[in-house]
């Protein structure tokens, strides 16, 4: 009897826990810095810059929006308007969040725009440049601001910490074109018939925080295609600068934060002008901005989160002497990425026969789930995991974007994503043939262990 009468004791006491917890709501900080070079400096996106940058059509910038659920568990997406960060630099800001801000690593989501008008950031795609001692050192200084500038912007923006309602929708935009499948003066005219050909996801994810009485205090949003409406000497955030820009000036007092999706073969087109980034941005500010005005899903303040690497393999490796042969050779790239495999011969006696990849996974409430990947990945891998699993968002270019990431069937057919684009990566081969299956077993993996963490039974 008394043991039943302290178990009935214990069961209330759970159920008004969990009551109280189900009652508190989201707590959500934002915050942002500009990221803009202080000086001219490389910039990185395209091979063919040959020298740095010649001013500034708007600043780059880092943006954090932190989320806090009913048991106080946080995490914190941080976007940037780069093209790239490199493994190394976002193990670095990872280790220095847990340390001045609590956040463990599955809890940290690192997203770039890709903008093809911001800087070289450490040693990502360095391999692309010829690169003077000066201009290498400015690299590295820059790289080293922007670490002490990410994990500032997220302290203020856990000290920003306010209660908040949160909300989700998915909008719809079609610029974005599959560049593998359809040439680029023909665009134009097939657009107009209709015809344009191969996979595409013009889905726009839409999160939006609103503060108690309504008002928006954030919006994370996010689109799959590259950024590479410009490619001048100004640094630009491009098409998803001019959006974020845009939600900012029609929500003032609101911060507006993109992650890009799985758009590594799909483009803006047609493109090359100021003109048209700025348009391409309204157009998907417009569809956000619908998603944000018409009713919204609301998320439970619950929070679960995922991150793991896998070792990705890569195909058949060069041997060292192919490797000395290729810093020979009179292209620039492949003697650039053979000087840095040959630099691993020396150090470790042979080369790495995988990749650490990222894979994350964040589960927000009982229906959303945000996937996030590393890498500039193709549009296949948001198709198919949106028909594999239904309700997810998918992002790519995040935590770590050290190479394209092809389907089976883009790497099979080869050409920039399935294979050339390696070298500029540095990279020593293409990727193995269990690419696409490797990261969607995994991805799965992480969504059914985080949807069924999250699922709350009376």
Known sequence: MFRQMLLT??????????????????RVGVAKTAITPAEPMWMSGYASRDKPAQGKVHDLWAKALVLEDAAGKRCVLVSLDLVGIDRVLADEIAADLKKHHGFERDQVMLSVSHTHCGP??????????????????????????????????????????????????????????????????????????????????????VLCVRAPDGKVRAIAFGYACHATVLSFYQWCGDYPGFAQAELEKRYPGA??????????????????????????????????????????????????????RIDLPFGVLPTREKVVQDTMSKNHYIAARAKMLLADFEKAGALKKTYPYPVQTWQLGNDLTWIALGGEVVVDYSVRLKKE??????????????????????????????????????????????????????????????????????
Request: proline share 6%.
């Open 120 to 205: 070289v950031v450490g040693r990502n795609l360095l391999a692309m440049y010829n690169l003077d001692a000066m201009e290498l050192k400015k690299v590295f200084a820059y790289a080293d601001d922007l670490h002490a500038k990410v994990v500032q912007v997220v302290g203020v923006a856990v000290k920003d910490l306010q209660p908040a309602q949160i909300t989700w929708k998915n909008g719809y935009t079609t610029f974005a074109t599959n560049r593998r499948t359809n040439k680029e003066t023909e665009v134009p005219k097939m657009r107009a018939l209709g015809k344009l050909n191969g996979p595409v996801d013009h889905e726009v994810p």
């Open 255 to 308: 911060t507006a934060l993109f992650h890009a999706g799985c758009g590594a073969d799909q483009t803006p087109l047609p493109r090359r002008s100021v003109a048209l980034a700025e348009g391409y941005g309204k157009q998907l500010a417009e569809a956000v901005d619908q998603v944000v005005k018409a009713p919204m899903t609301p998320i439970k303040p619950l929070l679960k989160t995922t991150y793991a």
């Open 389 to 458: 699993l239904g309700k997810v968002w998918v992002t790519g270019y995040a935590n770590d974007v050290m190479a394209y990431i092809p389907s089976l069937k883009v790497l099979k057919e080869g050409g920039y994503e399935g294979d050339s684009s390696m070298i500029y990566y540095g990279q020593p081969c293409a990727w193995g043939p269990r690419v696409e299956a490797m990261i969607v077993e995994a991805v799965h993996g992480q969504v059914g262990a985080g949807r069924r963490k999250q699922t709350v039974t009376p």
């Open 9 to 26: 004791i214990a069961l209330i006491v759970t159920i008004g826990s969990v009551s109280a917890q189900e009652a508190r709501p989201w």
